[in-house]
C-alpha cells in the first residue's frame, strides 16, 4: 500500500510525510525493511508512542491481531494498541489526510472502541472488508 501511493504521481507525496504504526518492535523491524527494499527507506515507521506528537499526510496502522488468543496478554502487559483509548485515539490522530487501517475486522470488533469506529467507517463508505454486523 505505501509503494502504490508514494507512486501516484496526482499525490505527490513525499515519503516523509507518511508513517506506519505498529505495535511491535520486531513488526517495525520488518516494516522497515521492506520499505527500504521498495525504495520507500525514508517513510517513519514506529511504535504509538514513537510518533507521538508529529503529524503525517497519510498514516497506515497495524493492529497486528489475527487471532484472539492474544488480545488478554496485550491488555495485561499493555502491548498492542487493542483497548487502550489512549494509544487508539493518538495512533488514529497522525493523520491529516489518509488514514489506513490493516486488521482483522472480527478481533477489532471485540473492542468498542474500534467498533464504534468500524461502524462509522462503514456507514460513511469508508470501509472496505468483510460486512459488520
Known sequence: WVASLMADEE???AQTQVAV????????QRIRRE?????CGMVAV?????????EFMAVFISTVR??????????????GIMEDPKK????LTRARSML????????LSLDPYWKQLMQYC????????????
Open 11 to 13: 499525490l505527490s507525496l
Open 21 to 28: 504504526i505498529a505495535p511491535f518492535a520486531k513488526q517495525v
Open 35 to 39: 520499505l527500504r527494499m521498495a525504495g
Open 46 to 54: 514506529g511504535g504509538v508512542e514513537v510518533l507521538q506528537g508529529r
Open 66 to 79: 489475527s487471532s484472539s488468543f492474544w488480545l488478554s496478554d496485550d491488555v495485561r502487559h499493555s502491548t
Open 88 to 91: 487508539i485515539n493518538t495512533a
Open 100 to 107: 489506513g487501517i490493516f486488521g482483522d475486522p472480527y478481533i
Open 122 to 133: 462503514q456507514a460513511n463508505g469508508a470501509y472496505e472488508g468483510p460486512e459488520l454486523s
